[in-house]
């Protein structure tokens, strides 16, 4: 039993370095749900962890209005005339 116990912890239980993997995946991406249980717990048990996420939503959401002060970050594209501009300036 105590085995057992001890493989389930291993795979909820992330270490940092992972965690904050799983941080910068949630800014771009969906999580699973062993992810999102992976990252909350793990947030619960570190506050270092848990500052760099709000810091990295704090970053994103900043970086997000300098491009474009109407949508959030993840809704921010470039028009098709602006990535026209940008290949004409790259095949010079």
């Known amino acids: ?6 493989k389930i912890m291993n795979k909820l239980i992330n270490s940092c370095k992972k965690t904050t993997e799983l941080i910068d ?3 771009i991406s969906k999580l699973t749900l062993t992810e999102k249980a992976q ?11 848990d500052a760099y996420a709000h810091r990295s939503k704090f970053l994103d959401n900043a970086i997000g209005k300098l491009f474009n002060h109407n949508a959030p970050h993840n809704k921010t594209k470039l028009s098709d005339d602006s990535k026209s501009k ?5 095949k010079k």
């Open 25 to 27: 995946k949630e800014a």
């Open 1 to 6: 039993m105590k085995k057992i116990l001890q």
């Open 86 to 90: 940008i290949l004409e300036k790259l």
């Open 39 to 49: 990252l909350q717990l793990h947030k619960s048990m570190c506050k270092t962890c």
